[in-house]
Nanobody, 127 residues
């Protein structure tokens, strides 16, 4: 079993920055894929970034590419999502997800491909 706990969500102004954390525990040392999803009010959960832990490769949705960065501290078993130049449309509940292997390119941002989820942390971008 893998346990994920997100933190770092907050209220921030447009153009601001925020860094989210996802602490992993349990059998997390066997997990090789980590992702960040978000769900805005009234919308479906969308994948925005993921990474292969063993390969170090990272992937981003077009909506966040160039603004968000996913990273991992192996010693602390924590995954981060650094978010810069935040926009109003970034307002959402952000979730981290994990799985034993990274899904293929065509499905890596499909929520049904990920087995383990955190409870989410809320990010509000507002003036």
């Amino acid at each position: 079993e893998v346990h994920l706990v997100e933190s770092g969500g907050d209220l921030v102004q447009p153009g601001g920055s925020l860094k989210l954390s996802c602490a992993t525990s349990g059998d997390s040392f066997d997990v090789d894929a980590i992702a960040w999803f978000r769900q805005a009010p009234g919308k479906d959960r969308e994948g925005i970034s993921c990474m292969s832990i063993s390969l170090g490769t990272t992937y981003y949705a077009d909506s966040v590419k160039g603004r968000f960065t996913i990273s991992r501290d192996n010693a602390k078993k924590t995954v981060f999502l650094e978010m810069n130049n935040l926009k109003l449309e970034d307002t959402a509940v952000y979730y981290c997800a994990a799985d034993w292997a990274l899904p293929g390119r065509s499905s890596m941002f499909n929520k049904y491909e990920w087995d383990y989820w955190g409870q989410g942390t809320r990010v509000t971008v507002s003036a």
